[in-house]
């Protein structure tokens, strides 16, 4: 299994500033996830992040908004940026497990108040 | 649309108690069905993945079963601990390698 870290915990920011969540990982790995998980619901995929290449963005995500670095395989961080309250979420990081079944391991999130 | 329904919402049993959660999805074809666990505040943690070919995988005192037929799917939970007080998350893989989450059903456990 994959030991992921997320840095910060959590975070309490105000409206229209910008918050840079770091993601590190014990190993190498290919592909890197960033998910949101809105008060009460289930997690929504933002984007995926390969080293080398540009993120891909999921539906109704743009990297304006959600600014994502990948520069190297075992790091990765995700900008929330000019926040509003809509945004308070956690935010997790995932990897491949690159194992059978393609499990996926999850960081332990960031959780995001905006005020 | 590729969908994952999950009954009920929240549950609260006694603790030394057995509980079942139940899966219903719409993904079609689908690579793997996995079952995670979310501690409040923490992220998913991986209880059983199976694949359409697998009717039933355990997991300590966690069981699930899979009916690829009735697209259905049940996680068991034997002799419930305070412990086990949490999310439990379905998770069906498209074969183009898409997650589609369910909703998730919250147990409590009491003493």
């Known amino acids: 299994s994959a030991v992921i870290s997320q840095k910060p915990s959590r975070d309490i920011c105000q409206r229209g500033t910008s918050l840079t969540i770091q993601c590190q990982v014990d190993s190498q790995v290919t592909m890197m996830f960033w998910y949101r998980q809105q008060p009460g619901q289930s997690l929504t995929l933002i984007a995926t992040?390969?080293?080398?290449?540009?993120?891909?963005?999921e539906s109704g995500f743009v990297i304006d908004k959600f600014p994502i670095s990948r520069p190297n395989l075992t790091f990765s961080t995700l900008t929330v940026s000019n926040m509003s309250p809509e945004d308070s979420s956690i935010y997790l990081c995932s990897v491949d497990g690159q194992i059978s079944y393609n499990e996926q391991f999850f960081g332990p999130g960031t959780r995001l108040t905006v005020l | 649309k590729n969908q994952v329904e999950q009954s009920p919402q929240s549950l609260i049993i006694l603790e030394g108690k057995n509980c079942t959660l139940q899966?219903?999805?719409?993904?079609?074809?689908?690579?793997?069905l996995r079952w995670y666990k979310q501690d409040t505040g923490r992220g998913p943690v991986s209880l059983t993945i199976?694949?359409?070919?697998?009717n039933t995988k355990s997991n300590g005192r966690y069981t699930a079963t899979l009916d690829a037929d009735t697209k259905q799917s049940s996680l068991h939970i034997t002799a419930s601990q305070l412990s086990d007080s949490a999310s439990y998350i379905c998770v069906v893989t498209s074969n183009t390698g898409k997650l589609i989450f369910g909703q998730g059903t919250t147990l409590q456990v009491k003493p």
């Open positions: 199976m694949t359409f070919s697998e």
């Open positions: 992040a390969n080293q080398g290449s540009e993120a891909t963005y």
């Open positions: 899966c219903n999805y719409t993904v079609s074809p689908f690579s793997n």
